[in-house]
T-cell receptor, first 113, second 113 residues
Framework: GAGVSQTPSNKVTEKGKYVELRCDPI?????LYWYRQSLGQGPEFLIY????????DSGLPNDRFFAVRPEGSVSTLKIQRTERGDSAVYLC???????????FGPGTRLTVL | AQSVTQLDSQVPVFEEAPVELRCNYS??????LFWYVQYPNQGLQLLLK??????LVKSINGFEAEFNKSQTSFHLRKPSVHISDTAEYFC???????????FGTGTRLQVTL
């Protein structure tokens, strides 16, 4: 079946701009996660949704970052006033329920010039 | 809070040689452990996992890992590697009550002829 999909695959923006990154989880997966992977590093947790609500947003680096999942399926990660340090691959993942194995999407490579 | 240490950032090895990728974790509670693999230009894929039961877990492509609680380790091994095993390998940990994975910094396995 279809895996986790993310759009766009690449996004180039200028410092100070607003960006939205989209994630389509596997159908039926109630848990959804966002991670960020900087060059040479492992993925870092950003936020976790169980259904529509953000159950854990402790990984969001600051208030420029925000994520929503209004209908409990598709999620959007929003970054305001982007900075060059935000450049990374943003990974979305989903699982059937909390504690189940997590399936990752291919990621969105964000470049802030 | 938990943490993961992957001591080797790169491991070069000849084809058909054995390999061990090291992973140590730190946690004050019981853990679930995972190895993910990231092939060039692809997303993260689950390689194997330890949740409970037998401490030796195996993947379908010949990798195995052993959970060692006393040494807080979950090293990944393969008795004979193939060129196609060239990839980045990430060790990750989560606790029974947590929803997020904590990743190590990754080990790049480079297999050559």
């Amino acid at each position: 079946g279809a895996g986790v999909s993310q759009t766009p695959s690449n996004k180039v923006t200028e410092k100070g701009k607003y960006v939205e990154l989209r994630c389509d989880p596997i159908s039926g997966h109630t848990a959804l996660y966002w991670y960020r992977q900087s060059l040479g590093q492992g993925p870092e947790f950003l936020i976790y949704f169980q259904g529509t609500g953000a159950a854990d947003d402790s990984g969001l680096p600051n208030d420029r970052f925000f994520a929503v999942r209004p209908e409990g399926s598709v999620s959007t990660l929003k970054i305001q006033r982007t900075e060059r340090g935000d450049s990374a691959v943003y990974l979305c993942a989903s699982s059937l329920r909390r504690g189940s194995a997590i399936d990752f999407g291919p990621g969105t490579r964000l470049t802030v010039l | 809070a938990q943490s993961v240490t992957q001591l080797d950032s790169q491991v070069p090895v000849f084809e058909e040689a054995p390999v061990e990728l090291r992973c140590n974790y730190s946690s004050s509670v019981s853990v679930y452990l995972f190895w993910y693999v990231q092939y060039p230009n692809q997303g993260l894929q689950l390689l194997l996992k330890y949740l409970s039961g037998s401490t030796l877990v195996k993947s379908i492509n010949g990798f195995e890992a052993e959970f060692n609680k006393s040494q807080t380790s979950f090293h990944l091994r393969k008795p004979s590697v193939h060129i196609s095993d060239t990839a980045e390998y990430f060790c990750a940990v989560t606790t029974g009550t947590a929803s997020k994975l904590t990743f190590g910094t990754g080990t790049r396995l480079q297999v050559t002829l």
